[in-house]
T-cell receptor, first 110, second 115 residues
Framework: GQSLEQPSEVTAVEGAIVQINCTYQTSGFYGLSWYQQHDGGAPTFLSYNGLDGLEETGRFSSFLSRSDSYGYLLLQELQMKDSASYFCAVNTDSGYALNFGKGTSLLVTP | DSGVTQTPKHLITATGQRVTLRCSPRSGDLSVYWYQQSLDQGLQFLIQYYNGEERAKGNILERFSAQQFPDLHSELNLSSLELGDSALYFC??????????????FGPGTRLTVL
């Protein structure tokens, strides 16, 4: 089967840096995606890692280690608007849909 | 705005009833995915269509079915509804289904409440 583990909640201060970890177990792993979802809203794509290493997109970076079945999302210079849920999701080589983790609720405080 | 539209936004119905949720993908996207989001289960993949054909099935109940029409819009049919079916149902679309990665664009969702 497949499983993804990520912390359920994280709290950080505005302006700080926060890292959200994701570990996965899956067959046919192809890549790891990250999505952001504000309360009740549509998930929106943040980042994708198909290869080991770091991908940077503005204040957000994502990292993947295939050998460790591990990835993380790094959010820098946190802003209040970053308070949201963050989901890691696995693409498998079947090429189809995303298998999401249960999400990490990030609360950014003043 | 992702360009994916879903109707209705809210739906309240009773147990045992049947409902249909509708999704229009972004212009040019051929692949449509349905997801269910409930409080205790997170985002669960239900089913995917590509250019009118079913491509993959996830944790979709037998009481649920879907189709994608020639104009590429998709409908998710939920029947014999139970209280536990209350959830937010998302539709997403992407250009294709093939790898390398295709970003999925999510619609605003339909919130279903079964009383």
């Amino acid at each position: 089967g497949q499983s993804l583990e990520q912390p359920s909640e994280v709290t950080a201060v505005e302006g700080a840096i926060v890292q959200i970890n994701c570990t996965y177990q899956t067959s046919g792993f192809y890549g790891l995606s990250w999505y952001q979802q504000h309360d009740g809203g549509a998930p929106t794509f943040l980042s994708y890692n198909g290869l080991d290493g770091l991908e940077e997109t503005g204040r957000f970076s994502s990292f993947l280690s295939r050998s460790d079945s591990y990835g993380y999302l790094l959010l820098q210079e946190l802003q209040m608007k970053d308070s949201a849920s963050y989901f890691c999701a696995v693409n498998t080589d079947s090429g189809y849909a995303l298998n999401f983790g249960k999400g990490t609720s990030l609360l950014v405080t003043p | 705005d992702s360009g994916v539209t879903q109707t209705p936004k809210h739906l309240i119905t009773a147990t045992g009833q049947r409902v249909t949720l509708r999704c229009s993908p972004r212009s040019g996207d051929l692949s449509v995915y349905w997801y269910q989001q409930s409080l205790d289960q997170g985002l669960q993949f239900l089913i995917q269509y590509y250019n009118g054909e079913e491509r993959a099935k996830g944790n979709i109940l037998e009481r649920f079915s879907a189709q994608q029409f020639p104009d590429l819009h998709s409908e998710l049919n939920l029947s014999s509804l139970e209280l536990g079916d209350s959830a937010l149902y998302f539709c997403a679309s992407s250009v294709s289904w093939e790898l390398p990665y295709n970003e999925q664009f999510f619609g605003p969702g339909t919130r279903l409440t079964v009383l």
